[in-house]
């Protein structure tokens, strides 16, 4: 068992910064290949970023590539995603993700373990 829980959530003007933290317990941090998901009203989850177990690879969907990136400190048991130039439509509740294996995935139905949110509003 994975235990994950975001923080960091909040309110932001359009082109602000937020960070946001998603610390695990339980298991090996390290074993797992992380991601971040995001899921707007009436909409399906989406992926966002994901990053291997050592932290070497790291993929984006094309809505945040150069805008967000997401890092780990296995040391910390912590995941991260540092959100610039935030716009309206990255509005959503954000959540993160464990897969144990060593390589990332897209796909919702690949990860085990999930945290249970932080909700994310961008303000125009």
């Known amino acids: 068992q994975v235990q994950l829980v975001e923080s960091g959530g909040g309110l932001v003007q359009a082109g602000g910064s937020l960070r946001l933290s998603c610390a695990a317990s339980?298991?090996?941090?390290?074993?797992?290949?992380m991601g971040w998901f995001r899921q707007a009203a009436g909409k399906e989850r989406e992926f966002v970023a994901g990053?291997?177990?050592?932290?070497?690879?790291?993929y984006y969907a094309d809505s945040v590539k150069g805008r967000f990136t997401i890092s780990r400190d296995n040391a910390k048991n912590t995941l991260y995603l540092q959100m610039n130039s935030l716009k309206p439509e990255d509005t959503a509740v954000y959540y993160c993700?464990?897969?144990?294996?060593?390589?990332?995935?897209?796909?919702?139905?690949?990860?085990?373990?999930w945290g249970q949110g932080t909700q994310v509003t961008v303000s125009s």
């Open positions: 339980g298991r090996t941090f390290s074993s797992y290949a």
């Open positions: 990053i291997s177990w050592s932290g070497g690879n790291t």
């Open positions: 993700a464990a897969d144990h294996v060593d390589y990332v995935s897209v796909r919702v139905v690949a990860y085990d373990y």
